[in-house]
């Protein structure tokens, strides 16, 4: 297959995805779910353990192919599961999902950058591949602080010569500030917005 030819079939998976996340939002709220905390708790609790584990694997394909931002995925948590196991189920699939994502670069290479991000921040962030031991830090600085795009930086760190052993300590420690920053933000703002 083609570099154009890929390209494409990520965009048409990335806009499919895009447009599911769309219709449930729509059915969700055309139904009252997404406007009736009640209506809401009633839907998530009827699907049990099932719900739980739907949600974690969302947010880890998220992270392999973004469809929505990252943060929306940790408000839509809070809202779903509440602040404790809310932060939980975020936390366990955006780790796994940044895992796959780096055993997805380690194993296709810099040319997949360029298939699933904008030029623009390939080369804002690639220069700090070249900065060796350093980019450690600066990656993990931006893994800790919710600013930079935590997708592309895993593909990106993949790419490099850092070990697994380092990369998973990086994102099992710094994940969790950033989920829960998100995840408290946003819930705020949307008690604010609905409340």
């Known amino acids: 297959m083609s570099r154009g030819a890929e390209r494409t079939v ?10 599911l996340c769309a219709a449930v939002a729509v059915w969700g709220w055309q139904t009252g779910v997404l406007t009736s905390q009640e209506r809401l708790e009633a839907l998530v609790s009827s699907l049990g353990l099932a ?8 947010q880890a ?3 392999v192919v973004p469809v929505l ?4 995925g940790c408000l839509v948590g809070v809202i779903l599961f509440g602040p404790v196991w809310g932060f939980v189920y975020n936390y366990v699939g955006i780790c796994a999902g940044s ?8 194993n296709c290479g810099k040319p997949l950058l360029s298939l699933l991000f904008s030029e623009k921040t390939i ?5 700090w591949a070249e900065e060796g031991d350093r980019f450690a830090r600066l990656f993990a600085l931006a893994i800790f602080l919710p600013v930079a795009p ?4 895993c593909y990106l760190a993949g790419t490099t010569d850092m070990t697994w052993r380092r990369y998973t300590a990086i994102i099992l420690l710094g994940k969790p500030f ?17 409340g």
């Open 51 to 58: 719900g739980a584990l739907l949600f974690t694997v969302f």
């Open 123 to 127: 080369r804002k962030y690639s220069r």
């Open 10 to 19: 990520l965009q048409a998976a990335s806009a499919v995805g895009f447009l």
């Open 150 to 153: 935590d997708d592309f930086l």
């Open 61 to 63: 394909v998220q992270v």
């Open 69 to 72: 931002p990252g943060g929306l």
């Open 99 to 106: 895992l796959m994502a780096f055993a997805v670069a380690r």
């Open 178 to 194: 950033a989920i829960a920053l998100y995840s408290l933000g946003l819930t705020a703002v949307w008690r604010m917005l609905v």
